[in-house]
């Protein structure tokens, strides 16, 4: 028999997937999965996918519900408007994420539970200057059976 990936892989597949639609409508020049939102990046604009701490907030008879933090951080290097550029960004990956029938929608069966936006931290980097960007902020819940990380309900 072949397993799927687990849930929360599938999960983090499917972001990715989005942000590489991004990338190849060329909103973004490179798009990956960090494992800090600290990592360098030399192509911008660029998206780094970071995924946090998964956390068990609930548990019932078929299983757990669990819940974990992912961060887009959007690097951009532009001299006229550092801002407006990031903020653009931030909205087509917001439009991209929230609106995904495969995460949360009309597909029989949603990969997520809920995909809640947490606010967004604009930044700069004074030494190197124009570049800067903002990080996005998710917290995304999903449900898996007992025993079958790959199966959800």
Same mark, same amino acid.
């Given at each position: ?11 983090? %597949? /499917? ?8 990338? *190849?409508?060329? @909103?973004? !020049?490179? &798009? ?46 532009? %001299? /006229? ?8 960004? *931030?909205?087509? @990956?917001? !439009?991209? &994420? ?56």
């Amino acid at each position: 028999m072949t397993r799927q990936l687990p849930v929360k892989e599938r999960i983090v %597949a /499917r972001l990715l997937e989005l942000l590489e639609g991004l990338r *190849a409508q060329g @909103v973004v !020049r490179k &798009v990956s999965r960090e494992l800090t939102v600290l990592a360098a990046e030399s192509v911008r604009p660029a998206i780094h996918l970071v995924v946090g701490d998964e956390n068990v907030v609930g548990r019932d008879n078929q299983g757990y519900t669990c819940e974990f933090a992912v961060a887009f951080n959007i690097l951009i290097a532009d %001299a /006229r408007s550092n801002y407006r550029v990031a903020e653009q960004i *931030a909205a087509e @990956v917001q !439009r991209a &994420v929230e609106s995904d029938p495969q995460l949360l929608g009309a597909d029989p069966q949603p990969l997520c539970v809920s995909v809640e936006y947490r606010g967004q931290t604009p930044f700069s980097d004074e030494l190197t200057r124009p570049e800067g960007g903002t990080i996005l902020q998710y917290q995304i819940r999903y449900r898996r059976s007992y025993g079958a990380p790959d199966v959800s309900y």
